[in-house]
Antibody, heavy 116, light 110 residues
Framework: QVQLVESGGGVVQPGRSLRLSCAAS????????MHWVRQAPAKGLEWVAL????????YYADSVKGRFTISRDNSKNTLYLQMNSLRAEDTAVYYC?????????WGQGTLVTVSS | QAVVTQEPSLTVSPGGTVTLTCGSS?????????PYWFQQKPGQAPRTLIY???NKHSWTPARFSGSLLGGKAALTLSGAQPEDEAEYYC??????????FGGGTKLTVL
Protein backbone atom coordinates (compact mmCIF):
# COMPACT_ATOMS: atom_id res chain seq x y z
CA GLN A 1 0.00 0.00 0.00
CA VAL A 2 1.10 3.57 -0.59
CA GLN A 3 2.95 5.03 2.36
CA LEU A 4 4.40 8.52 2.72
CA VAL A 5 6.38 9.41 5.83
CA GLU A 6 7.55 12.97 6.43
CA SER A 7 10.39 13.96 8.72
CA GLY A 8 12.62 16.91 9.48
CA GLY A 9 10.21 19.29 11.15
CA GLY A 10 10.99 21.19 14.31
CA VAL A 11 11.42 24.60 15.85
CA VAL A 12 13.59 27.06 13.92
CA GLN A 13 14.36 30.75 14.29
CA PRO A 14 13.17 33.27 11.70
CA GLY A 15 15.60 33.60 8.82
CA ARG A 16 17.06 30.13 9.30
CA SER A 17 16.72 27.03 7.11
CA LEU A 18 15.21 23.58 7.42
CA ARG A 19 14.98 20.57 5.11
CA LEU A 20 12.00 18.26 5.13
CA SER A 21 12.06 14.73 3.77
CA CYS A 22 9.31 12.38 2.65
CA ALA A 23 10.05 8.68 2.32
CA ALA A 24 7.77 6.96 -0.17
CA SER A 25 6.92 3.28 -0.50
CA UNK A 26 4.27 1.02 -1.98
CA UNK A 27 4.34 2.50 -5.47
CA UNK A 28 6.76 3.30 -8.27
CA UNK A 29 7.96 6.64 -6.91
CA UNK A 30 9.84 7.61 -10.06
CA UNK A 31 6.64 7.52 -12.12
CA UNK A 32 4.62 10.11 -10.22
CA UNK A 33 4.57 13.84 -9.67
CA MET A 34 4.73 14.77 -6.00
CA HIS A 35 3.48 17.71 -3.95
CA TRP A 36 4.12 19.52 -0.70
CA VAL A 37 1.07 20.97 1.02
CA ARG A 38 0.96 22.85 4.30
CA GLN A 39 -1.61 23.78 6.91
CA ALA A 40 -1.06 26.62 9.34
CA PRO A 41 -2.63 26.25 12.80
CA ALA A 42 -6.44 26.38 12.58
CA LYS A 43 -6.23 27.26 8.89
CA GLY A 44 -7.00 25.52 5.61
CA LEU A 45 -4.79 23.57 3.27
CA GLU A 46 -2.30 25.49 1.14
CA TRP A 47 -0.52 23.98 -1.82
CA VAL A 48 3.22 24.70 -1.62
CA ALA A 49 5.10 23.01 -4.44
CA LEU A 50 5.00 20.35 -7.15
CA UNK A 51 7.79 18.38 -8.79
CA UNK A 52 7.44 16.29 -11.91
CA UNK A 53 8.12 12.57 -11.84
CA UNK A 54 11.67 12.97 -13.12
CA UNK A 55 12.50 16.17 -11.25
CA UNK A 56 12.70 18.22 -14.42
CA UNK A 57 9.83 20.59 -13.72
CA UNK A 58 9.15 22.38 -10.46
CA TYR A 59 6.35 24.74 -9.52
CA TYR A 60 5.81 26.87 -6.42
CA ALA A 61 3.16 28.89 -4.66
CA ASP A 62 3.87 32.60 -4.80
CA SER A 63 4.18 32.64 -1.00
CA VAL A 64 7.29 30.44 -1.06
CA LYS A 65 8.81 31.14 -4.47
CA GLY A 66 12.49 32.04 -4.21
CA ARG A 67 12.76 30.69 -0.65
CA PHE A 68 11.73 27.04 -0.91
CA THR A 69 13.12 24.36 -3.23
CA ILE A 70 11.46 21.05 -3.95
CA SER A 71 13.60 18.14 -5.08
CA ARG A 72 13.58 14.37 -5.23
CA ASP A 73 15.94 11.43 -5.28
CA ASN A 74 14.28 8.65 -7.21
CA SER A 75 17.05 6.22 -6.29
CA LYS A 76 16.09 6.69 -2.64
CA ASN A 77 12.33 7.07 -3.16
CA THR A 78 12.51 10.32 -1.27
CA LEU A 79 11.02 13.78 -1.73
CA TYR A 80 12.57 16.89 -0.18
CA LEU A 81 11.63 20.45 0.63
CA GLN A 82 14.49 22.84 1.36
CA MET A 83 13.10 25.85 3.21
CA ASN A 84 15.29 28.96 3.49
CA SER A 85 14.68 32.40 4.98
CA LEU A 86 11.89 31.03 7.10
CA ARG A 87 9.24 33.39 8.43
CA ALA A 88 6.72 33.13 11.24
CA GLU A 89 3.97 32.69 8.65
CA ASP A 90 5.65 29.49 7.43
CA THR A 91 4.64 27.83 10.70
CA ALA A 92 2.49 24.87 9.67
CA VAL A 93 2.15 21.14 9.38
CA TYR A 94 3.78 20.15 6.10
CA TYR A 95 2.41 17.19 4.18
CA CYS A 96 3.81 15.39 1.21
CA UNK A 97 1.16 14.14 -1.14
CA UNK A 98 0.83 11.99 -4.21
CA UNK A 99 -2.10 13.53 -6.05
CA UNK A 100 -2.78 12.56 -9.64
CA UNK A 101 -4.74 10.42 -12.02
CA UNK A 102 -4.40 7.37 -9.79
CA UNK A 103 -5.85 9.04 -6.72
CA UNK A 104 -4.61 10.96 -3.72
CA UNK A 105 -2.38 9.82 -0.86
CA TRP A 106 -1.06 11.83 2.05
CA GLY A 107 1.60 11.48 4.68
CA GLN A 108 0.88 12.15 8.35
CA GLY A 109 2.65 15.51 8.23
CA THR A 110 5.56 17.11 10.04
CA LEU A 111 5.25 20.28 12.13
CA VAL A 112 7.46 23.26 11.41
CA THR A 113 7.43 26.07 13.96
CA VAL A 114 9.24 29.30 13.12
CA SER A 115 9.78 31.25 16.31
CA SER A 116 12.50 33.14 18.09
CA GLN B 1 -4.13 33.45 -9.31
CA ALA B 2 -7.42 31.55 -9.35
CA VAL B 3 -9.59 31.50 -6.24
CA VAL B 4 -11.50 28.34 -5.38
CA THR B 5 -14.65 28.87 -3.33
CA GLN B 6 -16.52 26.55 -0.99
CA GLU B 7 -19.37 27.06 1.45
CA PRO B 8 -17.76 27.94 4.82
CA SER B 9 -20.15 25.74 6.74
CA LEU B 10 -23.10 23.43 6.22
CA THR B 11 -25.32 21.42 8.53
CA VAL B 12 -27.04 18.14 7.72
CA SER B 13 -29.33 15.95 9.80
CA PRO B 14 -28.36 12.35 10.47
CA GLY B 15 -29.57 10.29 7.53
CA GLY B 16 -30.00 13.39 5.41
CA THR B 17 -28.44 14.50 2.15
CA VAL B 18 -26.17 17.48 1.58
CA THR B 19 -24.21 18.79 -1.39
CA LEU B 20 -20.96 20.68 -1.01
CA THR B 21 -19.78 22.73 -3.97
CA CYS B 22 -16.46 23.95 -5.32
CA GLY B 23 -16.35 26.92 -7.67
CA SER B 24 -13.59 28.66 -9.59
CA SER B 25 -13.06 32.38 -10.06
CA UNK B 26 -11.93 31.68 -13.64
CA UNK B 27 -15.29 30.28 -14.74
CA UNK B 28 -17.04 26.94 -14.87
CA UNK B 29 -15.34 23.97 -13.28
CA UNK B 30 -14.88 21.14 -15.75
CA UNK B 31 -13.43 17.66 -15.69
CA UNK B 32 -10.25 19.29 -17.00
CA UNK B 33 -9.74 20.77 -13.52
CA UNK B 34 -9.52 17.18 -12.18
CA PRO B 35 -11.52 18.03 -9.05
CA TYR B 36 -10.49 16.34 -5.84
CA TRP B 37 -12.33 16.14 -2.53
CA PHE B 38 -10.61 15.57 0.81
CA GLN B 39 -11.98 14.94 4.27
CA GLN B 40 -10.09 16.10 7.34
CA LYS B 41 -10.99 15.45 10.95
CA PRO B 42 -9.37 17.34 13.84
CA GLY B 43 -5.80 16.30 14.49
CA GLN B 44 -5.66 14.06 11.43
CA ALA B 45 -4.11 14.29 7.99
CA PRO B 46 -6.45 14.84 5.06
CA ARG B 47 -7.92 11.77 3.41
CA THR B 48 -8.87 11.64 -0.25
CA LEU B 49 -12.52 10.81 -0.87
CA ILE B 50 -12.94 11.65 -4.57
CA TYR B 51 -10.45 12.18 -7.39
CA UNK B 52 -10.87 13.26 -10.98
CA UNK B 53 -14.43 14.50 -10.44
CA UNK B 54 -16.16 11.25 -9.48
CA ASN B 55 -13.67 8.45 -8.80
CA LYS B 56 -13.63 6.85 -5.37
CA HIS B 57 -10.87 5.22 -3.43
CA SER B 58 -11.41 1.80 -1.90
CA TRP B 59 -11.90 3.45 1.49
CA THR B 60 -14.47 5.99 0.31
CA PRO B 61 -17.87 5.22 1.83
CA ALA B 62 -20.51 4.57 -0.82
CA ARG B 63 -22.63 7.41 0.55
CA PHE B 64 -20.17 9.95 -0.90
CA SER B 65 -20.26 10.82 -4.59
CA GLY B 66 -18.64 13.45 -6.81
CA SER B 67 -20.02 15.25 -9.83
CA LEU B 68 -20.14 18.48 -11.81
CA LEU B 69 -23.19 20.57 -11.04
CA GLY B 70 -24.12 24.00 -12.34
CA GLY B 71 -20.57 24.94 -13.32
CA LYS B 72 -19.08 23.70 -10.06
CA ALA B 73 -17.63 20.51 -8.71
CA ALA B 74 -19.90 18.90 -6.17
CA LEU B 75 -19.58 16.40 -3.36
CA THR B 76 -22.88 14.80 -2.32
CA LEU B 77 -23.32 12.96 0.93
CA SER B 78 -26.43 10.79 1.00
CA GLY B 79 -27.40 9.33 4.34
CA ALA B 80 -25.13 11.37 6.60
CA GLN B 81 -23.59 9.65 9.60
CA PRO B 82 -22.22 11.27 12.77
CA GLU B 83 -18.71 10.25 11.73
CA ASP B 84 -19.03 12.38 8.60
CA GLU B 85 -18.71 15.53 10.67
CA ALA B 86 -15.44 17.01 9.42
CA GLU B 87 -13.82 19.67 7.26
CA TYR B 88 -14.02 19.05 3.53
CA TYR B 89 -11.63 20.58 1.01
CA CYS B 90 -11.72 20.59 -2.75
CA UNK B 91 -8.72 20.93 -5.03
CA UNK B 92 -8.63 22.13 -8.62
CA UNK B 93 -5.78 21.95 -11.12
CA UNK B 94 -5.11 24.71 -13.60
CA UNK B 95 -2.86 25.15 -16.60
CA UNK B 96 0.79 25.67 -15.84
CA UNK B 97 0.62 23.07 -13.10
CA UNK B 98 -1.22 25.47 -10.80
CA UNK B 99 -2.98 23.68 -7.98
CA UNK B 100 -5.41 25.52 -5.72
CA PHE B 101 -7.32 24.38 -2.65
CA GLY B 102 -10.69 25.71 -1.67
CA GLY B 103 -11.06 27.27 1.75
CA GLY B 104 -12.87 24.26 3.14
CA THR B 105 -16.41 23.49 4.31
CA LYS B 106 -17.06 22.65 7.92
CA LEU B 107 -19.81 20.02 7.86
CA THR B 108 -21.86 19.53 10.99
CA VAL B 109 -24.12 16.48 11.39
CA LEU B 110 -26.84 17.54 13.78
Amino acid sequence: QVQLVESGGGVVQPGRSLRLSCAASGFTFSSYHMHWVRQAPAKGLEWVALISYDGTNKYYADSVKGRFTISRDNSKNTLYLQMNSLRAEDTAVYYCAKVGAAGGYWGQGTLVTVSS
Amino acid sequence: QAVVTQEPSLTVSPGGTVTLTCGSSTGAVTSGHYPYWFQQKPGQAPRTLIYDTNNKHSWTPARFSGSLLGGKAALTLSGAQPEDEAEYYCLLSYSGARVVFGGGTKLTVL
